[in-house]
Nanobody, 124 residues
Framework: QVQLVESGGGLVQAGGSLRLSCAAS????????MGWFRQAPRKEREYVAA????????YYADSVKGRFTISRDNAKNTVYLQMNSLKPEDTAVYYC?????????????????WGQGTQVTVSS
């Protein structure tokens, strides 16, 4: 069982920045590919970004490419999401996700573990 705890959400003005963190409670963190998803009110959960176990490859949804950066520190069992140039449409609950095996969490169907979520609100 892997527990994921997100932090760093909050209220920010459009154009601002936030950094989300996700701490994992597992000794085998480096064996999981990690990702971030988000869910806005009355919408389905959508993929945002993902990173392979080594951090050597990163992937982004088109809507955040060039503005968000995913990274990880395997020594700290933590994955990050740096969000710059935030827009009101980025407002959502952001969830950390872990995928085992050879999967990279770019869609909900391959996620093995979820965090509880952290709210990000971008005001116009």
């Amino acid at each position: 069982q892997v527990q994921l705890v997100e932090s760093g959400g909050g209220l920010v003005q459009a154009g601002g920045s936030l950094r989300l963190s996700c701490a994992a409670s597992t000794r085998t963190f480096s064996s999981y590919a990690m990702g971030w998803f988000r869910q806005a009110p009355r919408k389905e959960r959508e993929y945002v970004a993902a990173i392979t176990w080594s951090g050597g490859n990163t992937y982004y949804a088109d809507s955040v490419k060039g503005r968000f950066t995913i990274s990880r520190d395997n020594a700290k069992n933590t994955v990050y999401l740096q969000m710059n140039s935030l827009k009101p449409e980025d407002t959502a609950v952001y969830y950390c996700a872990a995928a085992g095996g050879s999967y990279v969490p770019t869609h909900v169907g391959v996620v093995s573990y979820w965090g509880q979520g952290t709210q990000v609100t971008v005001s116009s």
